[in-house]
């Protein structure tokens, strides 16, 4: 399964016009979250919030839907949203923590709850595990370096960063700069080159730009409690939907996505292995299913 085990497939958007303004697509995380702690299915929610530094995110434990929208947006560098969630528990108290994650942070929180050493009391409070599409990511010297070389423009300006029809896009208060994203190549996070998870499988929503027009998003309900916090949402008004689109510009475009990003890391995979590197432990090009993920 390329695109992971889901129950239903949609393409949805937050019905809140103050959601749509800052969110980075459909504004799904955001109204997931808003909607999950106004009915006390989570009494938090762990995000990627704002910073002294301009895009240079920081987790932090939002409580309010103000604080949910204060953190809206993506960030193109890496927020270690999982090493809040021991404090999210231990520090601020929740009981049922909601948390983003990509879906590298995903395969760790999954373990995490799978072999609780240490983690025993946070284990079964993650309430709302929402999982983000991720093809690669930047660390922050590389994002701030191709920005000011290749682009010519200073953080501070930036109003919006996106990938989307092969570009590196970002967005100031008057003007749109785009550069070919191969361009952007060699500057991404090395671990991203053995990464076999495309489209957040392991999380209990997931959700993400490719495969839905804009302004709205490819949404994935994966678990049951995923599904019932979505559809509950939906029947709530938060989120309307409607059906995705199966041809060239929906599921077809996220299945091709995914296949080659798994494709080309289990090469990487292999050619590591033939040095005696580390790998991904469950990676084997050997497997009858080479692509599959767990
Ligand atoms: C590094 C990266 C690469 C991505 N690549 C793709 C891609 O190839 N294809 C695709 O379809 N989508 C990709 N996405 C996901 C996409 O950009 C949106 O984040 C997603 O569609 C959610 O948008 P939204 O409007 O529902 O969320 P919003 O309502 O805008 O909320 C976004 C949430 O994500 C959190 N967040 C922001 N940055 C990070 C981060 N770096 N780490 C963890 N949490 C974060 C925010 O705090 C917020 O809670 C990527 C995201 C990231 C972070
Ligand atoms: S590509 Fe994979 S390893 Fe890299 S940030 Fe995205 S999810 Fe994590």
Request: aromatic share 8%; hydrophobic share 40%; charged share 25%.
């Amino acid at each position: 399964m390329v695109l992971g085990t889901y129950k239903e497939v949609v393409t949805a958007r937050s019905t809140d016009k103050q959601i749509q303004k800052v969110s980075q697509d459909g504004g799904i995380v955001s109204a997931l979250f808003c909607y999950a702690l106004e009915e006390k299915l989570i009494d938090g929610a762990v995000v990627a919030g704002p910073t002294d530094e301009f895009w240079k995110p920081a987790p932090m434990v939002a409580m309010s839907a103000d604080e949910i929208i204060a953190a809206a947006g993506t960030k193109y560098t890496f927020s270690p949203n999982v090493l809040m969630l021991k404090q999210a528990v231990r520090q601020y108290g929740l009981e049922k923590v909601g948390t983003v994650a990509i879906p590298c942070q995903t395969m760790g929180i999954r373990k995490m709850q799978s072999y609780p050493f240490g983690v025993r009391f946070l284990a079964d409070k993650i309430a709302l595990l929402t999982g983000i599409f991720c093809m690669e990511n930047f660390p922050f010297v590389s994002l701030e370096t191709f920005i000011s070389e290749k682009m010519g423009i200073s953080m501070e300006l930036v109003e919006k960063m996106d990938i989307g029809k092969g570009k590196f896009i970002v967005e100031t208060q008057d003007d749109v700069l785009t550069i070919p994203l191969k361009e952007t190549h060699g500057y991404e996070q090395a671990g991203c080159k053995v990464c076999l998870d495309y489209v957040a499988e392991l999380a209990d929503v997931s959700t993400g730009s490719v495969g839905s027009p804009d302004g709205w998003s490819t949404v994935f309900t994966r678990t049951e409690g995923g599904e019932t916090i979505f559809k509950a949402a939906v029947e709530a008004g938060v989120i309307e939907t409607k059906p995705v689109n199966e041809g060239k510009f929906g599921l077809e475009m996220l299945t091709k996505l995914a296949t080659q990003k798994k494709e080309k890391a289990m090469k990487e995979i292999d050619k590591r292995k033939g040095m005696g590197l580390p790998v991904p432990f469950k990676a084997s090009s050997e497997k009858e299913d080479p692509l599959a993920n767990v």
